[in-house]
């Protein structure tokens, strides 16, 4: 020992007593009939307990209170303690609180009326159904509690007082009965004569109920009977709209009966008529006739549409509409008019006056609905042409004169008047119809005079429908202006008009042309404009066949005058417009120009760019300057005084000749062939002279053979391709010259190696980033220097394994490296291995890239918060697989040192604080040592990353976040600011703003409520923004959602065991995964069949997470029916019908006792599926397969084997396979449960604990004999089996041998033994 010290130490706790009393609280209530009852125990295990009244009358001989009757209870024992409780008598009527049915648009008042509440009652916590908390003050004369309801559903109401105790708490449903009538379905529509119509009257209620119906309803019309159903909920009543008649009838249609309710005895009559002006359809019928129509291009065409019994309030429109055969059911609108407003007989003319020849078709009379539009029955219409030609018929001979009246319909009645008004003699009209229509031909005879008119006449049913009138002009002038001779240029574009003079009205040659004559033939070149005020123009481009005399003739009558044409000349030498040549290159132009041999006072003259006049013919030397440019334009200006003999009406001839020299150019393309072998390699010469010679030359510097070289096509270039042949050597020249007459003007070569490397650089594998800028160089070795400087990049090319690189920029070559520059938008794409080739030629080796991702959110680079809002922050960076000993790290602004970001992530928290500013920047730095893996050659081998995040105080909230609800017009939205200076706005999911009559400003401006219109569909997006003066400020949204899904994961049919812990998911969709985080403080509310379940005991409902929110139970014989779950005012359409199941195992105590080789006997049952064939099965410890367990239980016997244990565990295996119809989703679908048992040997316990026990004269030892299987009937003998104890415990003064048995288990012995003590010298 320590300093030889032994020491011990007793700790003794000492504890005060206390009551308990189960319920554990202070105060307790009794209603009328109703009884509590009251536990009351203590913490030391104290015995004796009873309970008594205040006047001492015993009130329980036990712990256990039961009772009916108010007063002072007191717990106590005879030794230790009491304790005292008051029951407190109160009465509530709640005659008032029941279930009951209304009708729609009444309102129903709940009450609970609470007497002889108690003085120490004070406040008490009230909880409707769907109103928040409240509490109330309650005095002692009485409180009642009501509530005014207009809404269906249920209703509960739970009354705890300030000690928690719950004074009431029941649940009752307001049934609201409606009945309607209506159209089935009730859409929009236009119901056409003979059109049926249903009409439906149907009692509902909410909540729905199928105990809600008519219990006798009928149809009636105009007094009679015509349908009577009972015991149903709806019944329809069909009608034929053939005439006005049978829809006024419509006036006259009522459904009659009686409603019955599901509470308080409902009945009711009703007596409904059929709005029918409150209801779509709108009833129509179509007014006209023939069904067909034959009418004339421009003539009118009237239509009318017209609507019976019109919906009252709206102005009708009308569209007369073309039917178009390539896309049903658009309209090409026509002609609009909106009708009167007469409600009983809203109609509209629709008149068209625009009819073209080409629109001949199907049409109907179009009504625009309010929310769709209705088309009336189709018509057809027939559109024909009806003309005369000429229009007007200007000649100097009348008499034989032939005039055409035509139309395209067949059946035309046509008709010609003389100039007396008459019919025409038939022997001058001749029909000459045929198959494209009517053709009348009418010969003007003698008696018809120029300055009079003849007409051709359209019938129709007996009447002119149209009327064409051929006026007769027989004395007029034609000439030609500007006539006699004339002169003009090859090239010119020049004009000679035709004048007719002499008509009283110019007009009447609208849409009429001279015809033209050269040299007496007919002349068609050129384009002859309509007369306009009696001129007509030729227009054409003079050539040398237009030398002659010019004239016009209109009808028979020819101009008196022409223009006599003479064609001039002017030469430019080179005659090509665009040149090439080289800087300081010569060229001589020579420029000649045709004189006017009747024009003596002047010579064509030519100018250059000097602006000095020159006399034709004049040559010009002229020196090429490109000066910095790539060509070279020339400006020949010629000019000559052409007095009064040009064709058109000028005095000066101008005219400008640009030659535009281009500069020479002669490449060869490849300049370097790189090629490990030159035969059959293809060489490009090429120059943009395309009247040019290209000649290559071998590598001797001979002529290619013709054999090896083509020309290439090429819109805007002269290319000559060479095919090198073989023996083509490593450092050859190959030359390319470009011949002008025999010389040679311009040379290029291409270069030859064979002996080059091209390779990438930092080959092998390597690593970036997502997003990461990175940098790839390719090079090209053993290239000699003069070829190294005409590396071309536009030759090099890359490839990730087998795919072309389009992306990224190649850049220039510098000393034989090209690098590639490239951002790494996405990892799948860019993970591979990169080659680069120049022309054929590819990288022997390349850099294996792999793409690492990080993430970084939230991803916003700018966000708001509030004072000391926590903003979480998520990092996770992938790492090298090749690195082992460094890891990615991380430094945040508010650390002066880098940690390691986690393999997972890591969050990093950031607390918001604009104690300073009202904005704040946020650094998060990210290194890691690649240790020279990265695709880049990093400084020091250190990646590094940079973050900012500006954080920026909110001032903007919303209430809700986001809104999912069924039923959104109506919902208001608030958007508040923490800056009472701010001006608010709302926004539409189009950007516009909200209307005026839709928000609403509350507290002095710092909020503004938006009242969603109906306009307003599922996931529109919902804005609210600061304004600064005109420009938008913070901004902030929210989510509309009203076709989500409300749904229970694993509905229909499923079973469970009584006590089984299980789990039933609701879930949200129809709602974007980035939007189902805003729910995650919102949980759904469930119910089983119609009643409620609340999260108490083991029963738990968990927030959204993702959509889904799962409740957690466990199962009870009263946990079965439909569990439903509701979000918002939507419910899920169905369940899970759950079903439990009981099973049992016997004995249930977890430890069995049993001796060595002791039979024990257990019982399993298990319930089944009705109507399933599956079978429950158990496995024993001592079996190796699975049995089924009988239908009523079965029995399984083990016999105990220690061992040299002193208890062994044994286990049964309960399973079943549901098939997938248990509650939870199974493993493979088999239930599994195992019942763990463990036996123990029986052992005799003796106090005192020992085997050896003494007694000397006088002196008695008491031994008590007990068992850890707590038998019974434990008694004690002597050796001699004379009985030494009737009882467990021995008393005695007698040594011997002596045993503790009893009859079935176990027996156990012990020695007393009996000493001699002289003790009288102690």
Not at 260 to 284: C, F, R, W
């Amino acid at each position: 020992l320590n300093s030889n010290m032994y020491k011990k130490t007793y700790n003794v706790t000492l504890k005060k007593r206390v009551v308990i009393l189960d319920p554990p609280t202070y105060g307790y209530y009794v209603t009328d009939g109703s009884k509590v009852t009251i536990t009351c125990t203590s913490n030391a295990g104290l015995k004796g307990l009873t309970w008594k009244k205040n006047d001492q009358t015993s009130a329980s001989d036990n712990n256990i209170l039961e009772t009916d009757q108010a007063g002072v209870y007191t717990c106590s024992n005879s030794e230790f303690f009491s304790q005292s409780v008051s029951i407190h008598s109160i009465g509530i009527d709640e005659s008032k609180f029941t279930s009951t049915t209304i009708k729609e648009g009444g309102s129903h008042t709940f009450e609970v009326k609470f007497s002889k509440l108690p003085a120490s009652f004070i406040k008490a916590t009230i909880r409707w159904t769907d109103v928040d908390d409240v509490t109330e003050d309650i005095s002692n004369s009485g409180l009642t509690f009501s509530k005014d309801v207009t809404d269906g559903k249920e209703y509960s109401l739970s009354i705890i007082d300030q000690d928690g105790i719950s004074l009431f708490d029941k649940s009752v449903i307001l049934q609201i009965v409606s009945v309607t009538i209506g159209n089935d379905p009730a859409t929009e529509k236009i119901v056409v004569g003979g059109t049926s119509l249903t009409i439906t009257c149907e009692v509902k209620s909410v909540p729905k109920s199928d105990g809600v119906k008519f219990s006798t309803v009928k149809w009636v019309e105009d007094t009679t009977d015509k349908k009577t159903e009972s015991d149903v909920s709806k019944t329809t009543y069909d009608i034929t709209l053939n005439d006005k008649d049978s829809i006024d009838s419509l006036d006259k249609i009522k459904c009659e009966g009686t409603v019955v309710g599901d509470y308080n005895g409902y009945s009711e009559q009703i007596s409904e008529m059929y709005k029918y002006m409150d209801e779509t359809p709108l009833l129509a019928y179509y007014q006209n006739d023939p069904v067909s129509h034959d009418i004339y291009v421009e003539e009118k065409l009237t239509v009318k549409c017209a609507l019976y019994k019109y919906k009252v309030g709206v102005q009708p429109v009308f569209k007369l509409c073309r039917k178009d055969e390539d896309k049903t059911g658009d309209c090409e609108e026509l002609d609009d008019k909106k009708g009167e407003t007469d409600n009983d007989n809203p109609s509209v003319e629709l008149i068209t006056s625009s009819f073209e020849d080409n629109q001949s078709g199907r049409y109907f009379c179009r009504y625009e609905g309010s929310s769709r539009n209705f088309d009336f029955k189709e018509f057809q219409v027939n559109i024909y042409t009806f003309e005369v030609s000429p229009k007007m018929l200007v000649s100097d001979k009348i008499e034989g004169s032939k005039l055409i009246c035509s139309s395209s319909n067949r059946n035309a009645n046509l008709v010609w008047k003389d100039n007396k008004n008459s019919k025409a003699d038939d022997a001058h009209v001749e029909d000459q119809s045929d198959t494209t229509g009517k053709r009348l031909q009418y010969t003007l005879p003698t008696s018809v005079e120029g300055g009079e008119s003849v007409k051709c006449e359209l019938i129709r049913d007996g009447d002119v429908v149209d009327t064409k009138t051929v006026k007769i002009i027989s004395t007029f002038d034609i000439e030609v202006e500007r006539s006699g001779k004339r002169y003009g240029y090859v090239g010119d574009d020049v004009s000679i008009t035709c004048k007719v003079t002499g008509l009283s009205d110019n007009d009447v040659l609208i849409n009429e042309k001279p015809t033209w004559t050269l040299g007496g033939a007919s002349f068609t070149d050129g384009t002859i404009g309509m007369f306009n005020n009696g001129a007509s123009i030729l227009r054409l481009s003079l050539k040398d066949s237009h030398k002659g005399e010019f004239k016009c003739s209109y009808g028979d009558t020819d101009s008196t005058n022409g223009m006599d044409v003479n064609i001039l000349k002017y030469s430019f030498d080179p005659k090509d417009t665009t040149l090439y040549g080289k800087q300081g290159d010569s060229i001589t132009f020579t420029i000649t120009m045709d004189s006017i041999t009747e024009n003596t006072g002047s010579d064509p003259t030519v100018s250059l760019s000097s602006g000095m006049k020159e006399k034709t013919p004049k040559t010009f030397d002229v020196s090429v300057d490109f000066g910095d440019g790539e060509k070279q334009e020339l400006n020949f200006k010629l000019e000559y005084n052409v007095s009064d003999y040009y064709i058109s009406d000028i005095k000066t001839y101008t005219k400008d000749h640009i030659v535009e020299v281009i500069k020479l150019d002669l490449s060869v393309s490849p300049k370097l062939l790189l090629t490990k072998t030159t035969a059959k390699k293809e060489l490009l010469c090429t120059t943009n002279d395309i009247t040019a010679t290209l000649q290559w030359k071998d590598r001797n510097g001979n002529n290619a053979g013709d054999g090896d070289v083509a020309d290439v096509p090429d819109a805007n270039n002269k290319v000559l391709k060479y095919t090198l042949p073989d023996g083509v050597q490593d450092g050859d020249s190959i030359k390319c010259s470009l011949m002008k007459e025999g010389k040679e003007v311009l040379t290029d070569a291409v270069e030859v190696d064979t002996t080059f490397t091209i390779d990438v650089m930092r080959g092998g594998k390597r690593y970036a980033y997502v997003g990461d800028d990175v940098t790839i160089t390719c090079k090209v070795t053993g290239v000699s220097e003069s070829n190294v400087k005409v590396l071309d990049e536009k030759r090099l090319s890359w490839h990730i394994g087998n795919t072309p690189l389009s992306d990224g920029t190649i850049g220039k070559f510098v000393n034989g490296e090209s690098v590639l520059q490239l951002t790494l938008t996405e990892k799948q794409k860019y993970t591979g291995v990169f080659k680069c080739s120049y022309d054929e030629e590819q990288s022997a080796k390349g850099m294996e890239v792999q793409i690492l991702e990080y993430t970084f959110d939230p991803k916003d680079k700018t966000l708001y918060a509030e004072q000391d809002e926590k903003i979480t922050f998520t990092i996770t960076m992938d790492r090298i697989s090749d690195i082992t000993e460094k890891s990615p790290e991380i430094k945040t602004s508010s650390e002066t040192a880098y940690v390691t970001i986690p393999e997972d992530g890591g969050t990093y928290p950031v607390t918001a604080d604009f104690s300073e500013q009202d904005s704040k920047t946020i650094t998060f730095e990210l290194q890691y040592d690649v240790e020279n893996n990265f695709v880049n050659e990093l400084n020091g081998n250190m990646y590094k990353k940079t973050y900012d995040v500006t954080l920026k105080k909110r001032e903007l909230s919303v209430s809700p976040k986001i809104l999912v609800k069924k039923t959104i017009s109506g919902e208001k939205i608030t958007c508040s600011s923490t800056n009472s200076n701010a001006v608010l706005k709302w926004k539409d999911n189009d950007g516009n703003d909200a209307a005026v009559n839709d928000v609403e400003s509350l507290d002095g401006g710092r909020q503004l409520q938006y009242t969603l219109p109906t306009s307003v569909n599922d996931k529109d997006v919902l804005t609210c923004v600061t304004m600064n003066g005109e420009v938008e400020g913070e901004s902030i949204q929210v989510k509309v959602y009203n076709s989500f899904v409300v749904e229970v994961d694993r509905n229909g049919e499923r079973y469970g065991y009584v006590g089984d812990e299980v789990s039933i998911t609701c879930r949200l969709t129809g709602i974007d995964s980035g939007d189902l985080e805003l729910l995650n403080d919102q949980q759904p509310t469930w119910k089983i069949g119609e009643s409620a379940l609340s999260e108490e005991g083991d029963t738990t409902i968990g927030k959204f997470i993702n959509g889904a929110s799962v409740l957690k139970l466990t199962l009870t014989e009263a946990r079965k029916g439909v569990f439903k779950c509701a979000y918002g005012d939507k419910e899920s359409p169905t369940g899970m019908t759950v079903g439990v199941l009981k099973s049992t195992f016997e004995p249930s105590d977890e430890t069995q006792y049993a001796n060595q080789g002791e039979k024990i006997t257990f019982r399993v049952s298990s319930e089944r599926i009705s109507g399933y064939n599956k079978i429950p099965q158990i496995k024993t410890p001592s079996a190796q397969e699975f049995v089924d367990i009988p239908e009523n239980g079965g029995t399984y016997s083990v016999t105990a084997d220690y061992g040299d244990k002193d208890s062994v565990p044994i286990s049964f295996e309960l399973q079943y396979d549901f098939e997938d119809k248990f509650v939870n989703k199974l493993n493979s679908n088999m239930y599994k449960k195992t019942y763990n048992v463990t036996l123990k040997k029986r052992v005799v316990i003796l106090d005192p604990p020992t085997y050896g026990y003494y007694v000397t004269d006088g002196s008695k030892v008491t031994i008590t004999c007990t068992s850890n299987a707590g038998l019974k009937g434990l008694t004690w003998k002597k050796n001699d089996q004379t009985s030494a104890s009737d009882n467990n415990i021995l008393e005695t003064d007698q040594a011997g041998v002596y045993t503790c048995s009893n009859s079935e288990f176990f027996s156990q012995s012990v020695s007393i033994h009996s000493i001699g003590i002289d003790e009288s010298k102690f």
